[in-house]
């Protein structure tokens, strides 16, 4: 799978302003899993590598349980934003380096004592990637892949605002971009199975799936609804051209239809964690 580097062009400056934010107790929830193992845990000392950090999501909020955090991306805009997230929360204890998943074996040598990757491995090159991952784990470190999970959760009582009207905001997006997922110049990754099918063919085996609440208070307006769009792969800012502007629009008009405040009621899921281990001791 070779990567395209359109693929979130234009999305990095939406990024942080539309897109919800991780479980408020992802640290703790980490923390507890990765203390299960025989390992030190997460104690603040030993290094993470967070894989597809975009604009630092997952790498800015875990960073200060290590002794230095590592967030790896292909795209530049996405790790711009990243730095300047960790300047707006004063983390310093980081570093950021452009490359994608498959080539971070070369530049990056391990050991690290947790590899995160929130919605990333999708993107890779999946058995090849977990094979190296692995590699960089320090005896008794964890795999975590981390996303937001709606399908078959609770769903909390919210605001007393209306939910974001994603099949509405969808068929309008059908119209001006089609009906297929479109990704930079192609489609996105085709995978034929899931996550967990495909880490249960690498040395990690099945993943341990493991869910903390998600943020069941997110509040946004339309200016913020409209930027979570034009963050994802599939509805980036370069893929309706000319017609970017006339679409914005639209979605105005739709936004203030389902609600005259312009408020909407964000609710992600839960935080979603796959968690693979690799061995404290040699198998
Ligand atoms: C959906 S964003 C996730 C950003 C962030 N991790 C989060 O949880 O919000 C996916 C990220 O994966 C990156 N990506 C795409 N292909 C990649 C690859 N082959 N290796 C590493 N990262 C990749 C993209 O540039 C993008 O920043």
């Known amino acids: 799978m070779s990567y395209d580097a359109t693929i979130y062009a234009g999305t990095a400056q939406h990024y942080r302003f539309g897109r919800p934010r991780y479980s408020r107790e992802l640290r703790s929830t980490l923390t507890e899993l990765c203390r299960l193992d025989s390992g030190p845990g997460l104690d603040g000392t030993g290094r993470l590598l967070d894989v597809g950090c975009g604009p630092g999501s997952v790498t800015v909020p875990l960073a200060d349980l290590f002794d230095e955090a590592v967030g790896i991306d292909p795209d530049p805009d996405m790790l711009r934003e990243a730095a300047r997230f960790a300047a707006f929360e004063h983390v310093g204890n980081l570093r950021w380096l452009q490359t994608t998943a498959e080539d971070a074996v070369r530049l990056e040598p391990g050991p690290f004592r947790l590899i995160t990757f929130g919605q990333s491995f999708w993107w890779t ?126 979605m105005t008009d739709l936004l203030q239809h389902h609600s005259p405040t312009a408020r909407f009621w964000d609710w992600p899921g839960d935080t979603q964690l796959l968690l693979a281990r690799k061995p404290a001791t040699p198998m």
């Open 125 to 250: 090159d999946r058995e090849r990637v977990a094979e190296a991952m692995y590699d960089l784990l320090e005896p008794g470190g964890c795999l975590a892949l981390i996303s937001h999970c709606a399908t078959d959760r609770p769903r909390p009582i919210g605001p007393d605002l209306p939910p974001i009207p994603h099949d509405a905001i969808k068929e309008l997006l059908r119209r001006y971009l089609g009906s297929d997922r479109r990704a930079g110049q192609g489609l996105g990754p085709q995978h034929p199975d899931s996550i967990e099918d495909a880490l249960s063919r690498t040395r990690f085996g099945r993943p341990e799936q493991h869910f903390a609440p998600g943020r069941p208070d997110i509040v946004r307006n339309s200016d913020s609804v409209i930027a979570g769009y034009l963050s994802m792969s599939s509805s980036a800012p370069h893929l309706f051209g000319p017609n970017l502007d006339h679409f914005r629009a639209a």
